[in-house]
C-alpha cells in the first residue's frame, strides 16, 4: 500500500525548547525544513520545571498546527525521558548572553549543563545519535559533550557555526547585490565567537558568465580583510542590541541546514562550516571544536583538505585556536 512506502519516523529532540530558538525550530522541523519533505518526524521537547507551563504551551501549538509529517510530541522536563530513543539532539538548552557580555561569559551556568545531559543521551539515545550543540559557548559545550559521553562517536557531536557561514554569505551577497543562493564556499573557521575567521579567498558567485572569485568580484580586499570580517564576527551582539534578545530565526533556520546538510549531504562543488572534533586537520591541534570547511555525504562530514593558507588567514586560524584552548581550561575549571 502507500502506506508501506512510507519512511519510518526519526526522533528529533530539542532541549530548551520553550526558548526562543526552539519556538521558531520546531514549526521549521515539523514542516520538513530540517530532514526533508517526505520524512516524517517525532519531536522531544525538554526544559527545566520553571517553564514547563510554556512548554506545554508550544506543545498544544503543534498540535493546532496540523502538521502532516509530525508523528508525535513528547514535552518533558524529565532529560532522560525526552532522550529516549532519539536520532537528532538539537542542543539549545542554557541561558544566552545580555547585551554586553561575550558568550564564554555564560560558561559556568552552560558548561554544566553539557556534562549532565552528556550522560543522559548516552544513556538513552540512539547508538548512531547526530548531535548538534547550539548553546553558548556553543564549540566548549559540545566538547564538554563528548568528554563526558565517550560512548557517543566523536564524529556524531558537532556546534553550529553554520549560523555565522550564513551571514557571511548574506553579507556578500548584499555587498555585491547578487542572489544569495549563487554565493558559496565561504568558510569560517575556529570559535563560535568574535575570534572566528569568516574567510573568503576560495568562495565564489555563479554568474551568467561562470564561477567568479568573491575577491575579484569585490575587488576591495581592505573591505574583505576589515570590515567584512568584524561585521560577521560581531553580528550576534548586533542582533542582541537591536532586538534585546538573541539571533532565533536565524539560528533555528542555520540549525536545520546544519542537520539537513548533514544527514542528506552538501550539494556538489561546495561546503558548509561546521565545529566538529578537530583531528589535526590545518594544524589545528586535536582535542578542540573548531568550525571547519566540511562536505558531508551519506550521513558523515569530511573537512576539505588541501585549501591554500595565507600568512593572514593562517595567524587568524591560530588566534582563534588559542581562545578555544583557553576555554577549555576554563570549562574544566568549572566543571571542579
Ligand atoms: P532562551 O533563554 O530563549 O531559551 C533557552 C531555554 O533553555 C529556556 O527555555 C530555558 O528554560 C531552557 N533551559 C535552561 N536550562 C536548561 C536545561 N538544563 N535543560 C533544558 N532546557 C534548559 O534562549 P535562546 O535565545 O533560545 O538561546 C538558547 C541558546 O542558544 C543560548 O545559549 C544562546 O546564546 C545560544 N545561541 C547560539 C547560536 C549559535 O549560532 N551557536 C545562535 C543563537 C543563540
Ligand atoms: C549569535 O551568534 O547570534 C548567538 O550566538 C547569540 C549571541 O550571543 O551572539
Given at each position: 500500500?502507500?502506506?508501506?512506502?512510507?519512511?519510518?519516523?526519526?526522533?528529533?529532540?530539542?532541549?530548551?525548547?520553550?526558548?526562543?530558538?526552539?519556538?521558531?525550530?520546531?514549526?521549521?522541523?515539523?514542516?520538513?525544513?530540517?530532514?526533508?519533505?517526505?520524512?516524517?518526524?517525532?519531536?522531544?521537547?525538554?526544559?527545566?520545571?520553571?517553564?514547563?507551563?510554556?512548554?506545554?504551551?508550544?506543545?498544544?501549538?503543534?498540535?493546532?498546527?496540523?502538521?502532516?509529517?509530525?508523528?508525535?510530541?513528547?514535552?518533558?522536563?524529565?532529560?532522560?525521558?525526552?532522550?529516549?530513543?532519539?536520532?537528532?539532539?538539537?542542543?539549545?538548552?542554557?541561558?544566552?548572553?545580555?547585551?554586553?557580555?561575550?558568550?564564554?561569559?555564560?560558561?559556568?551556568?552552560?558548561?554544566?549543563?553539557?556534562?549532565?545531559?552528556?550522560?543522559?543521551?548516552?544513556?538513552?539515545?540512539?547508538?548512531?545519535?547526530?548531535?548538534?550543540?547550539?548553546?553558548?559557548?556553543?564549540?566548549?559545550?559540545?566538547?564538554?559533550?563528548?568528554?563526558?559521553?565517550?560512548?557517543?562517536?566523536?564524529?556524531?557531536?558537532?556546534?553550529?557555526?553554520?549560523?555565522?557561514?550564513?551571514?557571511?554569505l548574506g553579507q556578500i551577497s548584499e555587498k555585491l547585490n547578487v542572489h544569495v543562493g549563487d554565493v558559496?564556499?565561504?568558510?569560517?573557521?575556529?570559535?563560535?565567537?568574535?575570534?572566528?575567521?569568516?574567510?573568503?579567498?576560495?568562495?565564489?558567485v555563479t554568474t551568467s558568465?561562470?564561477?567568479k572569485?568573491v575577491?575579484e568580484l569585490v575587488a576591495n580586499?581592505?573591505w574583505?580583510?576589515?570590515?567584512f570580517?568584524?561585521?560577521?564576527?560581531?553580528?550576534?551582539?548586533?542582533?542582541?542590541?537591536?532586538?534585546?534578545?538573541?539571533?532565533?530565526?536565524?539560528?533555528?533556520?542555520?540549525?536545520?541546514?546544519?542537520?539537513?546538510?548533514?544527514?542528506?549531504?552538501?550539494?556538489?562543488?561546495?561546503?558548509?562550516?561546521?565545529?566538529?572534533?578537530?583531528?589535526?586537520?590545518?594544524?589545528?591541534?586535536?582535542?578542540?571544536?573548531?568550525?571547519?570547511?566540511?562536505?558531508?555525504?551519506?550521513?558523515?562530514?569530511?573537512?576539505?583538505?588541501?585549501?591554500?593558507?595565507?600568512?593572514?588567514?593562517?595567524?587568524?586560524?591560530?588566534?582563534?585556536?588559542?581562545?578555544?584552548?583557553?576555554?577549555?581550561?576554563?570549562?574544566?575549571?568549572?566543571?571542579?
Amino acid at each position: 500500500s502507500f502506506l508501506s512506502m512510507e519512511k519510518e519516523p526519526v526522533t528529533v529532540l530539542v532541549t530548551g525548547a520553550a526558548g526562543q530558538i526552539g519556538y521558531a525550530i520546531v514549526p521549521m522541523i515539523a514542516r520538513g525544513a530540517m530532514l526533508g519533505p517526505d520524512q516524517p518526524v517525532i519531536l522531544h521537547m525538554l526544559d527545566i520545571e520553571p517553564a514547563a507551563e510554556s512548554l506545554n504551551g508550544v506543545k498544544m501549538e503543534l498540535i493546532d498546527a496540523a502538521f502532516p509529517l509530525l508523528r508525535g510530541v513528547v514535552a518533558t522536563t524529565d532529560v532522560h525521558e525526552a532522550c529516549k530513543g532519539v536520532n537528532i539532539a538539537v542542543m539549545v538548552g542554557g541561558f544566552p548572553r545580555k547585551e554586553g557580555m561575550e558568550r564564554k561569559d555564560v560558561m559556568s551556568k552552560n558548561v554544566s549543563i553539557y556534562k549532565a545531559q552528556a550522560s543522559a543521551l548516552e544513556k538513552n539515545a540512539a547508538a548512531d545519535v547526530k548531535v548538534l550543540v547550539v548553546a553558548n559557548p556553543a564549540n566548549t559545550n559540545a566538547l564538554i559533550l563528548k568528554e563526558f559521553a565517550p560512548s557517543i562517536p566523536e564524529k556524531n557531536i558537532t556546534c553550529l557555526t553554520r549560523l555565522d557561514h550564513n551571514r557571511a554569505l548574506g553579507q556578500i551577497s548584499e555587498k555585491l547585490n547578487v542572489h544569495v543562493g549563487d554565493v558559496k564556499n565561504v568558510i569560517i573557521w575556529g570559535n563560535h565567537s568574535s575570534t572566528q575567521y569568516p574567510d573568503v579567498n576560495h568562495a565564489t558567485v555563479t554568474t551568467s558568465g561562470g564561477e567568479k572569485p568573491v575577491r575579484e568580484l569585490v575587488a576591495n580586499d581592505q573591505w574583505l580583510n576589515t570590515e567584512f570580517i568584524t561585521t560577521v564576527q560581531q553580528r550576534g551582539a548586533a542582533i542582541i542590541k537591536a532586538r534585546k534578545l538573541s539571533s532565533a530565526l536565524s539560528a533555528a533556520s542555520s540549525a536545520c541546514d546544519h542537520i539537513r546538510d548533514w544527514v542528506l549531504g552538501t550539494p556538489k562543488g561546495s561546503w558548509v562550516s561546521m565545529g566538529v572534533y578537530s583531528d589535526g586537520s590545518y594544524g589545528i591541534q586535536p582535542g578542540l571544536v573548531y568550525s571547519f570547511p566540511v562536505t558531508c555525504e551519506k550521513g558523515q562530514w569530511s573537512i576539505v583538505q588541501g585549501l591554500k593558507i595565507d600568512e593572514f588567514s593562517r595567524g587568524k586560524l591560530d588566534a582563534t585556536a588559542e581562545e578555544l584552548i583557553e576555554e577549555k581550561s576554563l570549562a574544566h575549571s568549572c566543571l571542579n
